[in-house]
């Protein structure tokens, strides 16, 4: 019998699992851009994304960061704790680019001191507005303590990873990243770090080795992929 499929991301697809309170993530060769108007398929790309985001779960796991990621299943499908998701999509910026160069008008790669931490509100029909925690508590999308918690680990995954990608020469520009509460109702992240997700610049020749090769149509996306995994496998699987 077929897997129920509970949610179809185009670039994952959600499934219900035989194990209780557990589902599958299935990475895929599909890659979007522009909410889905643009689309493409990039061979072994739910491969590479099954393994780098296996990789950097258990790493951030290992460093106290609650996140729904079991353990890996096959060469694409991970197995995930079943959470109930929370409307947001935090995103964390290192440096500037994006909307957020697009917005302000800022020079894409300018450095700020600070970190910064966007909320989206996840809602198709709106173009998923960008709002602030006051208007998240507002919609009764968060408490203000879960805020705060969000934020600890969102940080934290940001300080261990930067740092883990530094020593291989990669920049991390920025990311977004998803949250749920689990049964108890405690905040774990429920989304995966990949370069669909993130931006990640080669430190030496500012190459762009994420999805923005894809949405810019600058080629050689596969390529970025495979080699933003080959780096992560000499710190992470040895
Ligand atoms: N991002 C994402 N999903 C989205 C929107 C953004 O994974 O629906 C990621 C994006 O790849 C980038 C970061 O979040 O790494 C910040 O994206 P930004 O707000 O700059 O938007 P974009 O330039 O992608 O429109």
């Not at 108007?37 to 790309?45: D, F, L, W, Y």
């Not at 934020?151 to 020469?169: F, P, R, T």
């Not at 770090?193 to 990640?200: H, K, S």
Request: glycine fraction near 10%; hydrophobic fraction near 40%; charge should be neutral.
């Amino acid at each position: 019998m077929e897997p129920e499929l509970l949610f179809d991301g185009m670039s994952f697809r959600v499934f219900r699992s035989g194990e209780p309170d557990c589902v599958t993530v299935e990475f895929t060769d599909t890659i979007t851009a522009f909410g889905g108007i643009k689309r493409a398929e990039i061979s072994g790309k739910g491969e590479i994304n099954a393994s780098i985001a296996s990789m950097v779960a258990e790493y951030i796991g290992k460093n106290g960061v609650e996140s729904h990621f079991i353990r890996q299943l096959d060469s694409r499908r991970i197995l995930c704790r079943k959470v109930e998701m929370i409307r947001l999509e935090v995103v964390v910026r290192n440096i500037i680019a994006g909307s957020m160069a697009r917005r302000l008008g800022v020079r894409e790669g300018m450095k700020p001191e600070n970190t910064i931490f966007d909320l989206f509100y996840k809602n198709e029909d709106l173009g998923s507005p960008l709002i602030n925690d006051h208007y998240a508590v507002a919609l009764g999308l968060v408490t203000y303590g879960e805020l705060t918690r969000i934020y600890e680990y969102a940080g934290k995954i940001n300080g261990l990873m930067s740092s883990l990608l530094k020593d291989v020469d990669i920049e991390l520009v920025d990311f977004k990243l998803e949250f749920g509460r689990d049964g108890s109702g405690n905040i774990v992240v429920a989304d995966e770090l990949t370069p669909d997700n993130a931006r990640l610049w080669d430190m030496k020749s500012m190459q762009k080795l994420d999805r923005d090769r894809f949405r810019r149509d600058m080629g050689k996306v596969g390529e970025a992929y495979r080699t933003i995994c080959g780096r992560l496998r000499t710190v992470l699987r040895k």
